[in-house]
């Protein structure tokens, strides 16, 4: 458990897009809301105390979107945090629709991407968004027409940096070609390193990697390694995990999320961790 009132600089720092300095463990804002990432949680008080908490801590970068809740995290937020602290970057990301708990569907038409975006500015209560990501790309929308539409709204001063999730060298290429993107977030984890390519093209040009899931998502890791390098580190297997991340790449900025207190101040404690080489080396190989 960590009481600092500044736990999360411990992991260092990132810039992204030049010009926003952030801590290098920021905060996903998905499960603050109800079960199946739907409606408002169980408990809006101790939702309401994560995200203070959160702030508190030192975490000065948090990673919601509109479909989480649908629009419950982004109102949340709003209600925990605003008028927000100097330096507390909120990104956000439009591109999915929710028909249901547990359901996601993409849907990057121009149109919707603009309806999505001033919804958030509304439920942020900001007059621009920090770091806007599109959310997926949509096989039924030409990618460039969905690029397109952000870099749009970007020049009218609605957005202020653009970046992407869910996507493929290729597409990252695709879209850098059109406007400047400062991030990419996709899943990657311990176990889960299918977008090493693209996290490998991130760090080569300075793009910002957000590693969604960081941690397993709903299915924790659990190894033989990762549990006796935290026997050695009197950590957790998941907070050794955090730590692989933050020793993974210097672009790397971890978001774990929760809706626990107490998980919270665990997922903080990780930015403290120092693998050694002899550690980092095995978990990069297990």
Not at 159 to 180: K, Q
């Given at each position: 458990?960590?009481?600092?009132?500044?736990?999360?600089?411990?992991?260092?720092?990132?810039?992204?897009?030049?010009?926003?300095?952030?801590?290098?463990?920021?905060?996903?804002?998905?499960?603050?809301?109800?079960?199946?990432?739907?409606?408002?949680?169980?408990?809006?008080?101790v939702?309401?105390?994560?995200?203070?908490?959160?702030?508190?801590?030192?975490?000065n970068?948090?990673?919601?979107?509109?479909?989480?809740?649908?629009?419950?995290?982004?109102?949340?937020?709003?209600?925990?945090?605003?008028?927000?602290?100097?330096?507390l970057?909120?990104?956000?990301?439009?591109?999915?629709?929710?028909?249901?708990?547990?359901?996601?569907?993409?849907?990057?038409?121009p149109?919707?991407?603009?309806?999505?975006?001033?919804?958030?500015?509304?439920?942020?209560?900001?007059?621009r968004?920090?770091?806007?990501?599109?959310h997926?790309?949509?096989?039924?929308v030409?990618?460039?027409?969905?690029?397109g539409?952000?870099?749009?709204?970007?020049?009218?001063?609605?957005?202020?940096?653009?970046g992407?999730?869910?996507?493929?060298?290729?597409?990252?290429?695709?879209?850098?070609?059109i406007?400047?993107i400062?991030?990419?977030?996709?899943?990657?984890?311990?176990?889960?390193?299918?977008?090493?390519?693209?996290?490998?093209?991130?760090?080569?040009?300075?793009?910002?990697?957000?590693p969604?899931a960081?941690?397993?998502?709903?299915?924790?890791?659990?190894?033989?390694?990762?549990?006796r390098?935290?026997?050695?580190?009197?950590?957790t297997?998941?907070q050794?995990?955090i730590?692989?991340l933050?020793?993974?790449?210097?672009?790397?900025?971890?978001?774990?999320?929760?809706?626990?207190?107490?998980?919270?101040e665990?997922?903080?404690?990780?930015?403290?961790?120092?693998?050694?080489?002899?550690?980092?080396?095995?978990?990069?190989?297990?």
């Amino acid at each position: 458990m960590t009481n600092g009132t500044n736990a999360a600089s411990a992991a260092g720092t990132i810039t992204i897009g030049g010009d926003l300095t952030v801590n290098r463990l920021g905060f996903g804002a998905m499960r603050v809301t109800g079960p199946g990432i739907w409606g408002p949680p169980r408990d809006r008080a101790v939702a309401l105390a994560v995200l203070r908490r959160v702030v508190e801590a030192g975490v000065n970068f948090i990673d919601t979107a509109d479909s989480y809740g649908p629009d419950v995290s982004e109102e949340l937020l709003a209600e925990a945090l605003a008028p927000y602290p100097a330096g507390l970057v909120i990104a956000t990301k439009g591109g999915l629709v929710r028909p249901g708990p547990d359901q996601w569907r993409a849907d990057a038409r121009p149109e919707h991407l603009r309806a999505a975006l001033e919804g958030s500015l509304r439920k942020l209560r900001v007059e621009r968004i920090d770091l806007y990501q599109l959310h997926r790309p949509d096989p039924k929308v030409p990618f460039a027409e969905s690029v397109g539409t952000l870099a749009e709204l970007q020049r009218a001063g609605k957005i202020r940096h653009i970046g992407l999730s869910n996507v493929s060298v290729a597409e990252l290429a695709a879209a850098r070609a059109i406007v400047p993107i400062v991030s990419v977030q996709n899943r990657y984890n311990y176990e889960d390193r299918t977008s090493e390519a693209v996290l490998d093209a991130c760090e080569r040009d300075g793009i910002a990697f957000l590693p969604w899931a960081p941690i397993g998502g709903l299915s924790p890791l659990k190894t033989h390694v990762l549990e006796r390098i935290a026997r050695a580190h009197r950590a957790t297997p998941l907070q050794i995990a955090i730590a692989w991340l933050l020793r993974r790449s210097p672009v790397v900025l971890p978001i774990p999320g929760t809706g626990s207190l107490a998980h919270l101040e665990d997922n903080l404690a990780a930015a403290a961790l120092q693998l050694t080489a002899a550690e980092f080396d095995e978990l990069g190989t297990a």
